[in-house]
C-alpha cells in the first residue's frame, strides 16, 4: 500500500472459451507484486459487484464470439447496460479500462468489447487506461503482454490522482472552515497535467518488472550441431538469454480416483447454450469425387421427433468426442491406461492459492477418466503459456524443461507464435516432442479448455422437407509437419466421416432426397439461431448469394424454401435470384450441379454464375473467371443496380481470408465505379449496407 491508500481495483472477465478468464487470472496474479487488491469475478456474476456504485477502477477482459456478439456471459450485462433509459451521466462515476479479444479474420473484429466500451462511454463512464484490442490470428499476446505491463502505472496514476484530490479537498475543507461566514469562491482545480509528470514507484517493484517472474539463465550446449530454430531446440540469442518467465499458475484441482462403478452423465449435461437432442442420421451422401483435394460429405438428420427448429440460414452445434487412438494415447504417455474406466472425483484442492477457484463448469464432479478426455476437453486445444509454464515444472530433463521455458518467456514470443500457435501443437505434439514431460491429470484439467462443440449451416428447408435437417462440411486433413509428425483429421468432421463410413452413399452432384439409407447411428445437436443470416422478409426484394465451396450449404436451404413458397402462393411477388459459385474442378466438387440446374429450370433460381479455379482453358482466347470476386466484378452493373436502386440484399458464405474479403472488396470498387465516388466513400457506404443488414456475411477462417 501506498501512503496507506487502499489500493483496490475491480477485475471482470466475459469469456466463452477460457481466454479472457485465463488473462484476468494472469492480472490477477500480477496484482499484488504490483501493490494493488483485484476484485476478480466472471461478469455474470452480478450479485458480486455493483457497477452503478463502483467507486474503484474498473478493469474489463471481453472476448467476442459467433459474428461479432459479445460472449454468452456477458449477455445480461450487455442487456442491462443497452436500456435506452438509462440517462447520459448513469455511470459518470466510473473510471475504467477495457481490453477487448476478437479475430481479424471476422468481419466484426473485437465486436464484443467495442459494444461494451461504446455503451459505457455513451453513459458518462471515462477512460482511465486507453482500450487494448487483441488479435488471436496474429497472437493475442501481441496486444496483451504490453496492454498489461502498462495497466500498473495506469492504475498508479488513477489512486495517486484520487489522492491527490483528497489533499486537495482537505485544504479546501480547512480554509472554509477559518474562514466562517466570509463569502469566498473555490475554483475548480485540474490536477491532471500535474499527475501525468509524477510517478510512483511500488515499494521493491521496478517498472520493468512483470509479476513474480523468474530470472532464469541456464546456458545449454547445442546438441546435434543443430544450426536451425525448431520445437525442441533453439538458437541464438534466445538459447544465451536470461529469460522472462509467466508466473506459475496456482494448482487448484484435486483429483480423487474410485472404483468402476457407476454410470457417466448424460451428455446434455455438458451444455448450457440450450437445449440438446439426440436425432438420427438418415442419410450420408459423398458430394465430391475421389480425387478432389477435399472431401465434402452431405448428412441428413430426422428431426421429426423432436422440438428442434430452425431456418434456413441458421447454424446448430454438433456434440463430437475427440479421437479414439489420441485418448489412448494420451493416457499412455500419462501412465494412466489402466484407469481408463476409474471414475474420478474432480474437487477444488484446499487451501489453493487461486482466488475464486471452482471446479470448471464443463468438468462433470464425477464420471470416468476416458469421459472427461473424450467429451470435457479439448485435447487438441493449443496450449496457451501459462499452460507451458505449469509443463515446464513437470519436465525432468534440464533442456527440455529450458526450451518449454523458452517458448512460454517473453524473450520466445517469435518462437512460440512460429512453432507452436501457428502449425496448431497440441499437448500429444508436446508430449512427444518433450518425453521427460509427465503432467498430472488435474493439470490438464486446470489448463486444457472446454471441448466445444462444431456449429455447421443448415443446408435444408424444413419447409421443402418437414422433419429433416441436412448439413455439409468438407473433412479437415492437417498434414504432416516437424512440429506434427503425424497427420490429423479435424476432430468433428474426422469422427463424423467415420461415424457414417458404412451408409456413405457416392454421389457427387446431385442429393436424392426421396431415397437414401437408414441408419443407426445417432448425433447431439442443439440449435444456435443465426439472428441476421436468412431470407428477407418481404420475398419481393431480390438477393444475391455469393458460396464457393461448401459455403454454397446455407444457399441450397434458401432455394429449397424459395421454391416451396412460390408452390404455395402463386400470387406472391418474388425477387430475383442470384447465386455466386465457385469450386476447384467443374468434374470433381461441383456440388449440388443437379440441384442447381432444377431451380434453375423452375424459375427459383434466375441466375447462375459458377467458376473453376483449377480448370485450364487451352482454346479460349481471354481467360476465364477463376474466383468468385472475379466473376462478381464481371457483372457489376447487375451488383450495383440490385444494391443501390432495388434495396437488395447481399450474402456472402464460405472462407474469410481467401474469399470474402476478396468479395467485399470487388463489391467497395463496384460501388465506388458506380456511385462515382472514391473507395472511401464506397466503403462507408457497404458499412451502411452491413448495418441494415443487408451485407450479410456466415464466413470461417
Not at 102 to 110: A, I, M, P, V
Not at 385 to 405: I, M, W
Amino acid at each position: 500500500m501506498c501512503c496507506g491508500l487502499k489500493r483496490r481495483f475491480l477485475l471482470l472477465y466475459a469469456t466463452q472459451k477460457g481466454q479472457a478468464k485465463a488473462i484476468a487470472e494472469e492480472i490477477w496474479q500480477q496484482a499484488g507484486a504490483h501493490g494493488f487488491e483485484a476484485d476478480l469475478h466472471c461478469v455474470s456474476e452480478m450479485d458480486k459487484y455493483n457497477l452503478e456504485t463502483e467507486k474503484d477502477p474498473v478493469v474489463i477482459i471481453i472476448s467476442t464470439t459467433g459474428n461479432g456478439d459479445p460472449p454468452d456471459t456477458a449477455r445480461k450485462l450487455v442487456k442491462k447496460i443497452q436500456d435506452t433509459t438509462l440517462p447520459p451521466d448513469h455511470f459518470a462515476h466510473l473510471q475504467y479500462g477495457l481490453l477487448g479479444l476478437g479475430d481479424s479474420e471476422y468481419t466484426f473484429f473485437c465486436n464484443g468489447g467495442k459494444t461494451v466500451d461504446r455503451r459505457l462511454q455513451e453513459l458518462g463512464a471515462q477512460h482511465f487506461y486507453d482500450t487494448g484490442l487483441a488479435d488471436d490470428c496474429v497472437g493475442l499476446e501481441l496486444v496483451v503482454d504490453p496492454w498489461i505491463d502498462g495497466l500498473w502505472h495506469a492504475l498508479k496514476e488513477v489512486f495517486l490522482l484520487q489522492k491527490e484530490k483528497e489533499g486537495m479537498n482537505s485544504a479546501v475543507d480547512a480554509v472554509s472552515n477559518s474562514l466562517s461566514a466570509a463569502p469566498h469562491i473555490v475554483h475548480e482545480l485540474n490536477l491532471s497535467s500535474e499527475v501525468q509528470n509524477l510517478k510512483l514507484e511500488d515499494e521493491g517493484v521496478k517498472s520493468s518488472d512483470v509479476l513474480s517472474q523468474k530470472l532464469v539463465d541456464i546456458s545449454l550446449v547445442a546438441s546435434h550441431g543443430d544450426t536451425e530454430a525448431s520445437l525442441v531446440h533453439s538458437i541464438p540469442p534466445i538459447s544465451q538469454s536470461a529469460l522472462n518467465i509467466p508466473a506459475l499458475p496456482p494448482e487448484y484441482i484435486e483429483v480423487q480416483f474410485q472404483d468402476t462403478h457407476g454410470e457417466n452423465p448424460h451428455l446434455f449435461s455438458l451444455i448450457s447454450e440450450g437445449t440438446a437432442f439426440e436425432v438420427p442420421v438418415t442419410k450420408a451422401v459423398q458430394l465430391t469425387r475421389e480425387d478432389a483435394i477435399k472431401t465434402a460429405l452431405l448428412l441428413e438428420l430426422d428431426i421429426a421427433d423432436t422440438a428442434f427448429e430452425y431456418q434456413p440460414g441458421d447454424a446448430f452445434c454438433v456434440m463430437c468426442p475427440n479421437n479414439v487412438s489420441e485418448v489412448e494415447e494420451l493416457l499412455r504417455i500419462l501412465e494412466l491406461s489402466e484407469k481408463g474406466e476409474y471414475f474420478v472425483c474432480v474437487k477444488v484442492k484446499q487451501g489453493t492459492k487461486k482466488k475464486g477457484a471452482d471446479r470448471p463448469q464443463h468438468i462433470p464432479e464425477r464420471s470416468t477418466l476416458k469421459f472427461i478426455l473424450t467429451w470435457c476437453l479439448e485435447i487438441r486445444a493449443t496450449p496457451k503459456k501459462a499452460f507451458l509454464r505449469a509443463l515446464v515444472e513437470c519436465t525432468s530433463d534440464v533442456g527440455e524443461k529450458r526450451r518449454l521455458q523458452e517458448l512460454c518467456s517473453r524473450q520466445g514470443a517469435s518462437d512460440y507464435t512460429r512453432f507452436i500457435r501457428d502449425p496448431n501443437v497440441c499437448l500429444l505434439d508436446l508430449l512427444h516432442a518433450f518425453p521427460s514431460c509427465k503432467p498430472s491429470l488435474n493439470l490438464l484439467i486446470e489448463h486444457l479448455p472446454k471441448l466445444q462443440a462444431r456449429s455447421y449451416s443448415a443446408s435444408s428447408s424444413n419447409l421443402y422437407q418437414p422433419g429433416k435437417l441436412s448439413f455439409v462440411f468438407s473433412i479437415v486433413e492437417f498434414a504432416a509437419c516437424p512440429t506434427r509428425p503425424v497427420s490429423r483429421k479435424g476432430v468433428c468432421t474426422g469422427w463424423l466421416a467415420e461415424l457414417v463410413a458404412p451408409q456413405l452413399h457416392v454421389n457427387r452432384n446431385t442429393v436424392d432426397t426421396n431415397g437414401g439409407s437408414c441408419s443407426t447411428e445417432k448425433i447431439s445437436i442443439f440449435a444456435r439461431p443465426n439472428n441476421a443470416f436468412h431470407l428477407p422478409e418481404d420475398p419481393s426484394v431480390p438477393l444475391m448469394m455469393v458460396g464457393p465451396g461448401t459455403g454454397i450449404s446455407p444457399f441450397i436451404g434458401f432455394l429449397q424454401h424459395r421454391q416451396k413458397l412460390r408452390e404455395e402462393h402463386t400470387d406472391w411477388e418474388f425477387g430475383e435470384t442470384w447465386l455466386f459459385f465457385g469450386c476447384r474442378h467443374q468434374d470433381r466438387d461441383y456440388l449440388f450441379k443437379d440441384e442447381l440446374r432444377c431451380f434453375l429450370e423452375n424459375g427459383t433460381l434466375n441466375h447462375l454464375n459458377v467458376c473453376f479455379s483449377r480448370d485450364s482453358s487451352s482454346t479460349a482466347e481471354v481467360a476465364p473467371p477463376k474466383y468468385v470476386q472475379d466473376v462478381i466484378r464481371l457483372h457489376a452493373k447487375e451488383v450495383a443496380r440490385v444494391l443501390l436502386k432495388e434495396r437488395g440484399y447481399f450474402y456472402v458464405c464460405g472462407d474469410k481470408k481467401r474469399m470474402a474479403d476478396g468479395v467485399s472488396d470487388a463489391v467497395v470498387d463496384i460501388l465506388s465505379m458506380e456511385m462515382e465516388a472514391d473507395k472511401l466513400e464506397a466503403m462507408k457506404f457497404l458499412a451502411t449496407l452491413r448495418e441494415a443488414k443487408r451485407y450479410l456475411q456466415d464466413v470461417w477462417s
